[in-house]
């Protein structure tokens, strides 16, 4: 059996999600490597897809993303591990999914018990003729005054186009900001759209090899919460066969020369690249992480093969925060080291960090500090930002600050 040690572990999980210092392939490889673009209303910094993108491009030009999600198509929002940007090669995967919900009964109560089967079909024509319509551009008359949602208002049309949205009928053909543009989904996807329906075990069978891979190393539990998050219907009966058909190979993940628990597993497409790292051929690089980045998006992981607890505290009262509102993780090396409590002051040109904090044990001296330095500097000319003010910075690292 194959071993390797948390170190070669994290390197590997590292390089498949284009974090190290290799140089990088086009945009559309890169989320093809990693699968999707998780998207958040939240925009403290920026959206945290920009912000997946802009710790492994740099200050990539955003009309090429536009170009590939609008112009192109070859992007689509959909559901990944949450609300994502995924690959419109992929559709038979999202799709299996949207048939899963079209069998549900809680779409089409909702629209009875409602009486809103009028306005569905209003929405619907309104989309066909239009092509891409605001849903504050539909006209509605009824509403739900017992409706208290901090993602809706009392009106009933955003509520249908989340459920069609689900039910692929619907789909979001532009954006103006947070406000999503909506049009009916078969015409907005491109004719060469693969329509293939795919069974549960081919699913897996496709949906395990992507998730392993874009994780370098990786447990069941660890798949499940990955890529298509949840959306593993047959993987008890399909992980046997990807192992018998070799696709994949068990390993043992080493920590101070004791195996991690549970069953490993890498895809046997990359045990070259292991080896490669095993032999020291690795690049190291300093980036900041959006909370939501596909390499610590599992919580768990992150905290195993890291030592690093992280959790996001939007959401936490300001009194009772440890780190801050919107914390970006600092990947220095194959280390996360410490994290960043930031915000972009937009109308002001200002990324204001507020405090940056060092990671028990984590490494001092120039040769850091320039780096991260340089990561905030990279992220503040990404968001446009005419100045940057430092606040509080950890003792090891006391002259970063006069390095931007």
Not at 26 to 41: A, T
Not at 124 to 135: D, N, R, W, Y
Not at 240 to 263: A, F, M, R, W, Y
Request: with cysteine.
């Amino acid at each position: 059996m194959i071993q390797l040690t948390v170190q070669d572990a994290r390197r590997l999980a590292i390089t498949k999600q284009h974090l190290d210092g290799a140089n990088r392939p086009s945009m559309l490889d890169v989320i093809r490597d990693i699968g999707c673009l998780q998207l958040d209303p939240i925009s403290h910094i920026a959206p945290t897809h920009q912000l997946v993108l802009q710790s492994r491009l740099g200050a990539y030009d955003q009309a090429e993303l536009d170009h590939l999600r609008w112009d192109s198509r070859q992007l689509f929002e959909y559901w990944a591990h949450a609300a994502s940007i995924v690959l419109t090669e992929e559709f038979p995967l999202h799709e299996w999914q949207m048939r899963r919900i079209r069998k549900r009964q809680g779409f089409k109560n909702f629209v009875k018990e409602n009486k809103l089967a009028p306005l569905k079909k209003r929405i619907l024509k309104q989309l066909a003729e239009e092509k891409a319509v605001f849903s504050r551009d539909i006209e509605e008359e009824t509403r739900d005054p017992n409706w208290d949602h901090r993602w809706y208002s009392a009106r009933y049309t955003p509520r249908l186009l989340s459920y069609m949205w689900d039910r692929g009928e619907v789909a979001v053909v532009g954006r103006n900001g947070k406000q999503r543009q909506w049009g009916l989904f078969d015409d907005f996807m491109p004719e060469w759209t693969p329509r293939e329906r795919w069974s549960d075990t081919k699913i897996s069978h496709y949906a395990i090899q992507r998730s392993i891979k874009a994780l370098g190393v990786a447990t069941v539990p660890q798949i499940k919460k990955h890529y298509t998050r949840s959306r593993y219907p047959k993987l008890t009966a399909v992980l046997p066969k990807l192992l018998k058909e070799k696709h994949i190979q068990s390993v043992t993940v080493l920590k101070e020369n004791e195996p991690l628990p549970g069953d490993w597993y890498i895809h046997t497409d990359d045990i070259p690249l292991l080896e490669s790292i095993q032999a020291g051929n690795w690049l190291p690089n300093t980036a900041l992480l959006s909370p939501f980045d596909n390499l610590i998006c599992d919580r768990d992981r992150t905290e195993l093969l890291w030592d690093f607890y992280f959790r996001i505290e939007i959401y936490v009262p300001k009194a009772k925060r440890q780190f801050g509102y919107y914390v970006l993780p600092i990947l220095h090396g194959d280390e996360l080291i410490g994290r960043i409590d930031s915000k972009m002051d937009r109308k002001a040109g200002v990324y204001q960090v507020d405090n940056i904090y060092a990671q028990e044990g984590a490494v001092a001296g120039d040769e850091v500090e320039t780096a991260v330095a340089q990561s905030i500097q990279n992220l503040g000319a990404f968001l446009g930002a005419t100045q940057i003010n430092i606040g509080q910075v950890p003792k090891i690292w006391h002259g970063l600050e006069h390095k931007i």
